[in-house]
T-cell receptor, first 110, second 112 residues
Framework: RKEVEQDPGPFNVPEGATVAFNCTYS??????FFWYRQDCRKEPKLLMS???SGNEDGRFTAQLNRASQYISLLIRDSKLSDSATYLC???????????FGTGTSLTVIP | DTAVSQTPKYLVTQMGNDKSIKCEQN?????MYWYKQDSKKFLKIMFS???????INETVPNRFSPKSPDKAHLNLHINSLELGDSAVYFC???????????FGEGSRLTVL
């Protein structure tokens, strides 16, 4: 079983739409959670960390459910520039190891 | 200032050759990593060093040998390159216990 599972998509949505990505992780001892964004032929970059209480950054909202081992990312009012691959990342509390999901591809259509 | 820098960005070489990729970070982090991203886009951890000591060594052929001369540098040497080694190799760093991963721009290796 993979450490982190996410739906690869692709998600094709019109501008202005709201889109949600989900991710599950298998290690209940996981400590930190992140969403990264990767543009084509570029390196992954941190989009936002995910906290137990949920957090919001502009149009982006991240949620964590430790009981269900589930992480989500909500993007409101999608922009063309949101087109990218979104990676769910989980960090364990031992070995300082980061586990990546396979990424979810998003294309925002005019 | 570039936080994590790796060179070269592009590498095209023949099967059987030996090549190296260098990585440096100026963030003061104590942990550095090498990840491989293949054509299916999955990011897979290869190695991790904490303060120059190897702490993660995933199932990677012996042809791959990391070297960390100090905690700001982590180089990757690959012997006897094979077609399947073609991928993008990302260097990354983090601060142990807290913090996220910072990635370099990647080194795209093509083995012919």
């Amino acid at each position: 079983r993979k450490e982190v599972e996410q739906d690869p998509g692709p998600f094709n949505v019109p501008e202005g739409a709201t889109v949600a990505f989900n991710c599950t992780y298998s290690n209940s001892a996981s400590q930190s959670f992140f969403w990264y964004r990767q543009d084509c032929r570029k390196e992954p970059k941190l989009l936002m960390s995910v906290y137990s209480s949920g957090n919001e950054d502009g149009r982006f909202t991240a949620q964590l459910n430790r009981a269900s081992q589930y992480i989500s990312l909500l993007i409101r009012d999608s922009k063309l520039s949101d087109s990218a691959t979104y990676l769910c990342v989980v960090r364990t509390n031992t070995g300082n190891q980061f586990y990546f999901g396979t990424g979810t591809s998003l294309t925002v259509i005019p | 200032d570039t936080a994590v820098s790796q060179t070269p960005k592009y590498l095209v070489t023949q099967m059987g050759n030996d090549k190296s990729i260098k990585c440096e970070q100026n963030l003061g982090h104590d942990t550095m990593y090498w990840y491989k991203q293949d054509s299916k886009k999955f990011l897979k951890i290869m190695f991790s060093y904490n303060n120059k000591e190897l702490i993660i060594n995933e199932t990677v052929p012996n042809r791959f040998s990391p070297k960390s001369p100090d905690k700001a540098h982590l180089n990757l040497h690959i012997n006897s390159l094979e077609l399947g080694d073609s991928a993008v190799y990302f260097c990354a760093s983090s601060q142990q216990v807290t913090g996220e991963l910072f990635f370099g721009e990647g080194s795209r290796l093509t083995v012919l």
